[in-house]
T-cell receptor, first 114, second 114 residues
Framework: DTAVSQTPKYLVTQMGNDKSIKCEQN?????MYWYKQDSKKFLKIMFSYNNKELIINETVPNRFSPKSPDKAHLNLHINSLELGDSAVYFC?????????????FGPGTRLTVL | DAKTTQPNSMESNEEEPVHLPCNHS???????IHWYRQLPSQGPEYVIHGLTSNVNNRMASLAIAEDRKSSTLILHRATLRDAAVYYC???????????????FGKGTKLTVNP
């Protein structure tokens, strides 16, 4: 069984469109994250939710809006997509918000904005 | 920017030990040292973490320098499945704040020769 799953795996869209990426974890974890891996392969945290509450919101444009309907799901909605949004987006989860907890990552969603 | 420095690439032969170094001279007293690895087209996978003492688990060993400004991930017997990019990151102890440290740099690309 997949621990952390993301859909879709690939997303190709035009500039200006709105798109969503979904993430689900079946590990019973309290904390979920979104990371962005850019073309230089740097992986940076974007958001973190703990029990459906926003804990971390890094310097991310407010075109990006995470939503956590329950603690097993953390979706990422992106408005008015720009070329610079092209990247691989990873969802992750951990037992708790303590940073020394192991994080489990999803397989990633490759977003290409044309 | 990542707060750790790693060699861009390393090469090993199958069944031989591999020592992957990481420098983190700006580490603070409560930062944990985490290692993750990323296989091609997959999300990062937790390997090991430590604070001050050396750590062992089924995947690897982590040797931490006495001044904590560097660490070494040790794969005791490399296999072809160990070929991946290995990331060394610092994770702050506090649950909030310090998330800017959660940047996975370029890591070390490990090639394992049969």
């Amino acid at each position: 069984d997949t621990a952390v799953s993301q859909t879709p795996k690939y997303l190709v869209t035009q500039m200006g469109n709105d798109k969503s990426i979904k993430c689900e974890q079946n590990l019973g974890h309290d904390t979920m994250y979104w990371y962005k891996q850019d073309s230089k392969k740097f992986l940076k945290i974007m958001f973190s939710y703990n029990n459906k509450e926003l804990i971390i919101n890094e310097t991310v444009p407010n075109r990006f809006s995470p939503k956590s309907p329950d603690k097993a799901h953390l979706n990422l909605h992106i408005n008015s997509l720009e070329l610079g949004d092209s990247a691989v987006y990873f969802c992750a989860s951990s037992h708790s918000i303590l940073w020394n907890n192991e994080q489990f990552f999803g397989p990633g969603t490759r977003l290409t904005v044309l | 920017d990542a707060k750790t420095t790693q060699p861009n690439s390393m090469e090993s032969n199958e069944e031989e030990p591999v020592h992957l170094p990481c420098n983190h001279s700006t580490i603070s007293g409560t930062d944990y040292i985490h290692w993750y690895r990323q296989l091609p087209s997959q999300g990062p996978e937790y390997v090991i973490h430590g604070l001050t003492s050396n750590v062992n688990n089924r995947m690897a060993s982590l040797a931490i320098a006495e001044d904590r400004k560097s660490s070494t991930l040790i794969l005791h017997r490399a296999t072809l499945r160990d070929a991946a990019v290995y990331y060394c990151i610092l994770t702050p102890h506090l649950t909030q704040g310090g998330s800017e440290k959660l940047v996975f740099g370029k890591g070390t690309k490990l090639t394992v020769n049969p």
